[in-house]
Each structure stands twice: as structure tokens, then as C-alpha cells.
């Protein structure tokens, strides 16, 4: 993984407090991917990706594409 053990953290703090089989168990019923539910429990977060530029927030998209982020998330959520 690519992703820097801090922004891993970050992320793991964010988002473990949302997850939840039963959130999991209706995105599966409804035949939407694993991938949507990691991205929608990063969006209801609140936490923001930037790039360190001109985008505020958490800077992985200055080193990160979305393939690593959602790496780092699938990770976080075995």
C-alpha cells in the first residue's frame, strides 16, 4: 500500500466508526458493490481529500490516485 501509515489512521478513524454489518448487509440486498459502500462510508465521513495544493484537506490526492485510496479503504474494512 502506498498510502502513508498516518493518512491510514486518519482514514481508519474517519470511517470504522461507520461501518456496520447491517449498513453492509442492505448494500448488498440492494446489489451495490463493496467499492460503494467503502466510497459512501468515506463520503458520510466528512472527511475531505485534497491534493496539498489547491485542494483542502487530507493530501493523498498529492500522491494517490483513487485505485490507492480505495486500497487503503477494502484494508481498513477486512
Known sequence: MKMKPEHVEQLKQAIVPLHSQALWEQYREQGLSAMRY????????????????????????????????????????R
Open 38 to 77: 467503502r466510497w459512501d462510508l468515506l463520503y458520510r465521513s466528512g472527511l475531505k481529500i485534497g491534493d496539498g495544493v489547491g485542494t483542502s484537506g487530507l493530501p493523498l490526492y498529492a500522491y494517490l490516485n483513487d485505485e490507492h485510496i480505495d486500497t487503503a479503504l477494502r484494508a481498513i474494512l
